[in-house]
């Protein structure tokens, strides 16, 4: 089973400023995802993220706004850039290849941004 | 677009009583499963049932599926106070391995 952490765990941040957003796997995984979950909602899929290649966007997300680095297959970085209130929210990395096999998936404990 | 909706939206139990969550989807899938999540942390997978499986059992889960009417249902037996968490079921199709999660059910399990 991967071992999955991000950083921070938490911040405040001032509207229009950025954070980048840290999530590291104990082992290399192919596919890692990045997720949304706005106050008592639902995990929104904002992007996935493959060693080697450009991130892959949903529908309603942007680079510019969510830039994602990928350098090697055991971490992953998400910027949320220019931020405002309406990115408060938790967002969560994910890897897959949960207990049950490739469909499932393993996610880090969350990083819970409130922007004032 | 969300694939779930789950109802109820929340629940509110006796520690000991059965737990019922439904779930909903909209395209076809290859598989369905549910999530835990305590207190707005990272969610932990509890089962997944693939389209082809009509029920499925591990511990005091029990999911079934059914393709027809695109639902499924998720039973907590014999509940704790452990237990109480939100739950999401994740829509998983193709092979890109995304997942596309329902609302969730809000469950409390009352000692």
């Known amino acids: 089973s991967a071992v999955i952490s991000q950083k921070p765990s938490r911040d405040i941040c001032q509207r229009g400023t950025s954070l980048t957003i840290q999530c590291q796997v104990d082992?290399?995984?192919?596919?890692m995802f990045w997720y949304r979950q706005q106050p008592g909602q639902s995990l929104t899929l904002i992007a996935t993220?493959?060693?080697?290649?450009?991130?892959?966007?949903e529908s309603g997300f942007v680079i510019d706004k969510f830039p994602i680095s990928r350098p090697n297959l055991t971490f992953s970085t998400l910027t949320v850039s220019n931020m405002s209130p309406e990115d408060s929210s938790i967002y969560l990395c994910?890897?897959?290849?949960?207990?049950?096999?490739?469909?499932?998936?393993?996610f880090g404990p969350g990083t819970r941004l409130l922007v004032l | 677009s969300q694939q779930g909706e789950e109802d109820p939206q929340a629940l509110s139990i006796q520690e000991g009583e059965n737990a019922t969550m439904n779930c909903s989807y909209k395209?076809?899938?290859?598989?369905l499963q549910w999530y835990r999540q305590n207190s707005g942390r990272g969610l932990v997978h509890l089962i997944l049932?693939?389209?082809?499986?009509r029920e499925k059992h591990s511990g005091r889960l029990r999911v079934t599926l059914d393709t027809s009417k695109k639902s499924s249902s998720l039973l907590i037996t014999a509940s704790r106070a452990a237990d109480t968490a939100s739950y999401f079921c994740?829509?998983?199709?193709?092979?890109?391995?995304?997942?596309?999660f329902g609302k969730g059910t809000l469950l409390t399990v009352n000692p």
């Open positions: 082992s290399q995984v192919t596919m």
């Open positions: 994740a829509a998983g199709g193709g092979s890109n391995y995304k997942l596309t």
């Open positions: 993220a493959n060693q080697g290649s450009e991130a892959t966007y």
């Open positions: 994910s890897v897959q290849g949960g207990r049950i096999g490739q469909e499932t998936q393993y």
């Open positions: 049932i693939r389209s082809n499986e």
């Open positions: 395209t076809s899938i290859n598989n």
